[in-house]
């Protein structure tokens, strides 16, 4: 089984959802919430796009693509994803 299934943007989304329901219930208390959700939320987009990702070499490496198209595709998406 994949293991970005465990990871996916639905997830993501239900806590975004979570959050903007705490928001407009805002009070001293909720901020706190607010901000751990909002922490959970950025670390499973983290743990998604790792996980994607490394399901994605790994097809990449199944499907005996070149080292060059790797590299070049990499380089790209390691440019996109730190200029975040």
Known sequence: MSPF????PYGVAGQIEA????????????????LQQLK???NALKKFGE??????????????KSPEDMKDNFKSVISAAFSL
Do not use: P, R
């Open 5 to 8: 299934i465990y990871y996916t």
């Open 19 to 34: 959050i903007k329901k705490q928001m407009e219930n805002q009070d001293d208390e909720n901020c706190l919430k607010v």
């Open 40 to 42: 959970a939320s950025i």
């Open 51 to 64: 996980a994607y990702m490394s399901e994605h070499l790994e097809t990449c490496i199944q499907n005996g």
